[in-house]
């Protein structure tokens, strides 16, 4: 797909609200962390898929879209904000320097600890990221920002590039809202209770705003199928607004 200027993105920066209830994105600080897999496997049995699938998707275009942008993989620090039990780190620590997951809910660390003991985790408030100025290559948040507080996003995208080196690579994967088959999935899913979806436009305006550069997204998940030939498909279809998912990125500016 042809990177889109966040420039010439005109879509109002209102977020599409599902719900009323307010967004308490520390819950999970207390509570305890959701049976994740058994609540998205429940939340998508309609569509004959399991979360499974997802993972893996997001892995392959994560590390294609690091590719893609000259962000070489192998040398890369990423940094997975919200990493939650760490589901998708199998999928790309072996081809990443190394993988970092912070969370807020001490019990997902522990079991991504348990689960992935050669990556780093650590508890974090969900404000400040336990790490100084410049400290990764890369950073991911996977379907994450639903679940902060509409006020609290740009912060949180500002957040990230403060940890990211000049030139690093910030990736947003979110739930596609203008998907019939997304709004239903999440209306059904427990934790999504309190979600509040972001368009691709208003995520891109967000990265834009904190001063990321070559801003852009692309969809992931047009069709149910993960063969080799639909692949190929999908990834010459990134641009079309069909997908489940997608991924906004930018850069980190090149000087603060």
Not at 211 to 232: C, D, K, M, N
Request: aromatic share 10%; with cysteine.
């Amino acid at each position: 797909m042809k990177q889109q200027s966040a420039t010439i993105i005109g879509e109002p920066a209102k977020p599409s609200v599902r719900a009323s209830t307010p967004i308490d994105s520390e819950r999970w600080a207390s509570e305890p962390y959701p049976d994740y897999i058994a609540e998205v496997d429940r939340s998508i049995a309609f569509s004959g898929l399991e979360q499974e699938f997802f993972t893996v998707g997001k892995a392959r275009r994560l590390l294609d879209l690091m590719h893609r942008l000259g962000e070489a993989p192998a040398r890369a620090h990423l940094l997975d904000i919200g990493c939650g039990v760490g589901l998708i780190h199998p999928h790309i620590a072996p081809s990443l320097a190394a993988v970092f997951g912070v969370d807020v809910a001490a019990d997902a660390i522990a079991t991504a600890r348990r689960a992935n003991p050669a990556q780093r985790y650590q508890v974090y408030d969900g404000a400040r990221l336990p790490f100084g100025p410049g400290t990764f290559d890369a950073a991911a948040t996977i379907c994450v920002m639903h679940h902060v507080p509409p006020l609290r996003w740009p912060a949180f995208v500002a957040e990230a590039r403060r940890v990211l080196r000049p030139g690093g690579l910030f990736m947003i994967f979110e739930h596609n809202p203008w998907n019939p088959l997304t709004r239903r999935v999440v209306a059904r899913c427990a934790f999504d209770f309190d979600a509040i979806l972001l368009s691709p436009p208003r995520t891109a305006k967000l990265l834009s705003e904190a001063g990321f550069t070559e801003v852009g997204y692309e969809f992931v998940f047009l069709t149910p199928f993960s063969a080799r030939p639909i692949q190929w498909i999908e990834d010459r279809l990134r641009w079309c607004p069909a997908g489940a998912q997608y991924v906004a990125f930018g850069r980190a500016p090149a000087r603060p």
